[in-house]
Nanobody
Framework: QVQLVESGGGLVQAGGSLRVSCVVSGTIVSVYTMGWYRQAPGKQRESVATITPGGTTNYTDSVKGRFTISRDNRKNTVYLQMNSLRPADTAVYYC?????????????WGQGTQVTVSS
């Protein structure tokens, strides 16, 4: 059974930093494109950052230069370092694992971790 467990969320003041982690069990992270998504109240879930098995990263415009996604395949863990946080970053942050195997699109989600940025 594949599980993604996020941790590291919390309350931080604007301008502060947080690092959220996603530990994956039941499969190996190295074959997946891993991503962090977020969903604020009343808004759709949006992609924040992704990292491919080869290490290519992609960020939504609003977090470029402030957030960094990374992966440690030995620990089966993905991280999102968030700096210069803004109140607009307040959301539940979800970890995602995504891959294609033959014609099957495989996706797994974590349960989410709350990040709250106060002004």
């Amino acid at each position: 059974q594949v599980q993604l467990v996020e941790s590291g969320g919390g309350l931080v003041q604007a301008g502060g930093s947080l690092r959220v982690s996603c530990v994956v069990s039941g499969t190996i992270v190295s074959v997946y494109t891993m991503g962090w998504y977020r969903q604020a109240p009343g808004k759709q879930r949006e992609s924040v950052a992704t990292i491919t098995p080869g290490g290519t990263t992609n960020y939504t415009d609003s977090v470029k230069g402030r957030f960094t996604i990374s992966r440690d395949n030995r620990k089966n863990t993905v991280y999102l370092q968030m700096n210069s946080l803004r109140p607009a970053d307040t959301a539940v942050y979800y970890c995602n694992a995504d891959r294609w195997r033959d014609t099957s699109h495989i996706k797994y989600w974590g349960q989410g971790t709350q990040v709250t940025v106060s002004s």
